[in-house]
C-alpha cells in the first residue's frame, strides 16, 4: 500500500444502503465454477432429405447455445438431452453476470459520493456572488 493514496469511505445513510447491497451481492454470488455464458434456444431445422417426416412439418428441433466469445458471436449445437443440465448452468452465468454488473455499479455510486464529500478546501472557491 505504500505510496497507493487510499480514497475515503463515503460518509452517510446513501453510502451504507450502497455497502450494505454490496455487501449482499458478494454474499450471495460466488463464482460459479460451471456457469455458462449466452442463451439457450430451441429452434427447428429441416434437413433437407425429400423423404424425411420433417419435409411436411416444422423440421427436427435444435437447441444451440449462442454465445459471445473474443467478439465474435458463437453458435453451438445442444444435444437434446444435455439441455436440462445445460440450462441451469446458462442461468447462473446470466444471474452471476447481472450480480456483477450491479457490484461495478454500486462501486461506482459509492466513488461519486466519496468525490462530492471530499473536504471543502480541497475545492476551488465559490465565485463570488455580482
Ligand atoms: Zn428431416
Do not use: Y
Amino acid at each position: 500500500m505504500d505510496g497507493t493514496p487510499s480514497i475515503p469511505s463515503p460518509r452517510g445513510s446513501e453510502a451504507s444502503r450502497l455497502r450494505r447491497r454490496a455487501r449482499r451481492l458478494l454474499a450471495r454470488f460466488h463464482l460459479p465454477p460451471d456457469a455458462l455464458p449466452g442463451s439457450l434456444a430451441l429452434s427447428h431445422r429441416r434437413c433437407g432429405k425429400p423423404t424425411c417426416h420433417c419435409a411436411d412439418g416444422d423440421g427436427h428441433p435444435l437447441w444451440t447455445l449462442t454465445f459471445m466469445a473474443g467478439g465474435k458471436k458463437r453458435v453451438e449445437t445442444i444435444p437434446a438431452g444435455w439441455v436440462d443440465t445445460i440450462r441451469p448452468r446458462v442461468e447462473a452465468g446470466r444471474q452471476f453476470k447481472q450480480a456483477a454488473a450491479e457490484l461495478l455499479l454500486i462501486n461506482a455510486e459509492l466513488l461519486v459520493l466519496a468525490r462530492q464529500q471530499r473536504p471543502r478546501r480541497s475545492r476551488r472557491p465559490a465565485a463570488p456572488p455580482p
